[in-house]
């Protein structure tokens, strides 16, 4: 499918970004569900502050409490406005993703590599709930890439960086350019596909196509993907079009790492979203 690559910039979204209703509430601005990795906190404590700063009305992070309940007093302790849930089996996530006032789900960042996150992904899917995989949720399935191709079904948002899509996507040349690695992943998988870097690409299952360049060096830095991830969620979970919402979150990283500058942390990120927001409502 050969179309034509879009540069990304607010042009192409900004008119389809959620608008804060004066009778809205909590609920109508929608529930973030993440995965709370153990012990590696950090990482779902950036994208859940992330997906609340961009707009979630409510954000909860889920964390296994099944050998150390230690993890949830880290989580609890660590955040204010955002809920945390204890997870003592795979039933109880089932569950709390039940919830139809949940509307967005991401899981990976912090999280372990293997069984379990690999059960955890497969009953997010399930639900067929706006879903954002990254981290050790793409790698889990680096030896069933298909496995969890064929349980997406729904809105799904794949964020690798090259590592992380050569380890899901074995089979796509790695000598291809960016944009066509990005697409044929799209088409294989049935999801949304962010490939990370210096030029991110994102591409959708049906051959649509934006490339953003506006990320400066500075977001090479450790669990900038993890807010990354949580901006994406908290646009999805507000209800905006996945595409573009993927897209618009892409730049919303970028352009937050530009005001900052130099000596730029991850954990900065997600305070710095209202200053872009607000610069873009005011051009």
């Known amino acids: 499918m050969n179309q034509l690559v879009k540069q990304n910039s607010p042009e192409l979204w900004a008119d389809r970004l959620p608008v804060l209703q004066q009778d809205g509430n909590k609920f109508t601005r929608g529930h973030a569900l993440i995965w709370g990795g153990w012990p590696a906190t950090g990482a779902a ?53 039940a919830d139809k006032r949940i509307t967005g789900l991401l899981i990976g960042p912090g999280a372990s590599v293997g069984e379990e996150t690999r059960a955890r992904v497969l009953a997010m899917l399930k639900s067929k709930k ?14 069933e890439p298909q496995l969890l191709f064929a349980a997406i079904d729904g809105v799904c948002v794949l964020t690798p960086h090259q590592g992380e899509f050569a380890r899901i996507f074995p089979n796509i040349d790695s000598c291809d350019d960016k944009i066509s690695r990005a697409r ?14 210096s030029e991110t690409v994102i591409a959708a299952p049906d051959g649509r196509t934006i490339s953003n360049k506006n990320a400066p060096a500075t977001l090479a830095t450790a669990g900038s993907g993890d807010v990354l991830a949580g901006i994406i969620l908290g646009l999805l979970t ?27 942390l991850a954990e900065d990120l997600p305070d710095l979203l209202p200053a872009v927001l607000r610069q873009l409502y005011a051009s």
């Open 45 to 97: 404590r950036m994208s859940a502050r992330a997906a609340a700063r961009i707009g979630a009305g409510l954000t909860t992070v889920a964390v296994d409490v099944s050998q150390n309940e230690t993890a949830l007093m880290v989580y609890a302790s660590a955040l204010i406005s955002i809920m945390v849930t204890p997870i003592a089996k795979l039933q109880d996530l089932d569950t709390i993703l």
């Open 130 to 143: 706006a879903t954002v995989l990254d981290a050790g949720a793409l790698s889990s399935f680096k030896e």
């Open 184 to 197: 044929n992943a799209a088409k294989i998988s049935g999801a949304i596909v962010v490939l990370k870097g």
């Open 238 to 264: 507000q209800g905006m079009e996945p595409f573009m919402a993927t897209a618009a979150a892409v730049w919303f990283h970028g352009e937050a790492a530009n005001i900052f500058g130099p000596g730029l």
